[in-house]
């Protein structure tokens, strides 16, 4: 069984830039979910995507954006980088839309903001 | 939404003793409350979850207790060992919603 896998492992951007960060579910996963961690806090939830759709959205702004693919993988794309953006951002992966099964996380994306 | 509160948020334990975290959440629709633990450069790992239709769930040395009145949850864990040094999350989820965490308690044990 294949865990779930992101890229990169770390990356360090300018202010004003923009980012693709990329994950791989588990395998028979079909639900992607994306977090955001600060340093010293518990994940924050960014949104969850389901067949390809977004199907859950937190409290982040509309340069924060997401793609989910025919075979489940998913990316995060942040526009318009902040200094605040410095985080380490989790994928998840799930079974099913209705977020009754636990989230598995991969190891992350530390993302740097100069 | 929900919140989740975690305490303590630093937590030094003898080897060999018991070590406790405890976490409150606010929506009673809550059903759902995994908690994680999360070593230095990696994601977060499942290690226990307890649904609200049970009080009590236990897996070798770690136990979750769930209280739905008081709206508590706690983590067990017994005959502490060295590798249990990490950083502990605790989760709440209502049906269909976004898991919401704690803010996290690290655990040191010493030798």
């Known amino acids: 069984e294949t865990g779930v896998t992101q890229s990169p492992t770390h990356l360090i951007k300018t202010r004003g830039q923009q980012v693709t960060l990329r994950c791989s579910s588990q395998?028979?996963?079909?639900?992607v979910s994306w977090y955001q961690q600060a340093l010293g806090q518990g994940p924050q939830f960014i949104f969850q995507y389901y067949r390809e759709e977004e199907n859950g959205r937190g409290n982040f702004p509309p340069r924060f954006s997401g793609l989910q693919f025919p075979n489940y993988s998913s990316e995060l794309n942040v526009n318009a980088l902040e200094l605040d953006d410095s985080a380490l951002y989790l994928c998840a992966s799930s079974l099913g839309g209705q977020g009754n099964s636990p989230l598995h996380f991969g190891n992350g994306t530390r993302l740097t903001v100069t | 939404g929900e919140n989740v509160e975690q305490h303590p948020s630093t937590l030094s334990v003898q080897e060999g003793d018991s070590a406790v975290i405890k976490c409150t959440y606010s929506d009673s629709a809550s059903n759902y409350f995994p908690w994680y633990k999360q070593e230095l450069g990696k994601g977060p790992q499942l290690i226990i979850d307890i649904r609200s239709n049970v009080g009590e769930k236990k897996d070798q040395r770690i136990a979750v207790t769930l209280n739905k009145t008081a709206k508590h949850f706690s983590l067990h864990i017994t005959e502490t060992q060295p590798e249990d040094s990490a950083v502990y999350f605790c989760?709440?989820?209502?049906?269909?919603?976004?898991?919401?965490f704690g803010t996290g308690t690290r655990l040191t044990i010493i030798p």
């Open positions: 989760a709440a989820r209502p049906p269909y919603e976004k898991l919401t």
């Open positions: 395998s028979g996963h079909n639900t």
